[in-house]
């Protein structure tokens, strides 16, 4: 019988558990953050539970340090009225 050598994981191979994630690399953080800028879970991310917290505090850092955008402005602007008007404007 064969064994079966597919065995998907919970953790991601790429990042090793002493794997260091830095603030300087915003290439690196901006893997783990949605189109809004916000942290992407750990179970979608599937990164352990301490991987995460250093995920969350080097970004957290580099947002700081404008190495990394705060968010969208799409959030803030969702529900307010539009300055200018869409009727066209008569004299």
């Not at 991987?51 to 957290?60: D, I, S």
């Amino acid at each position: 019988m064969l064994k079966k050598t597919n065995i998907r994981t919970k953790y991601r191979p790429e990042f090793p558990g002493d794997f260091h994630f830095d603030y300087k690399d915003p290439v690196t953080l901006s893997r783990f953050l949605m189109e809004g800028g916000k942290i992407i879970p750990s179970r979608i991310s599937k990164l352990s539970n301490g991987q995460q917290k250093a995920v969350a505090a080097a970004v957290k850092k580099a947002r700081n340090l404008a190495l990394l955008p705060q968010g969208t402005d799409a959030h803030d602007a969702y529900y307010r009225i539009e300055a200018i008007s869409p009727r066209p404007f008569e004299i």
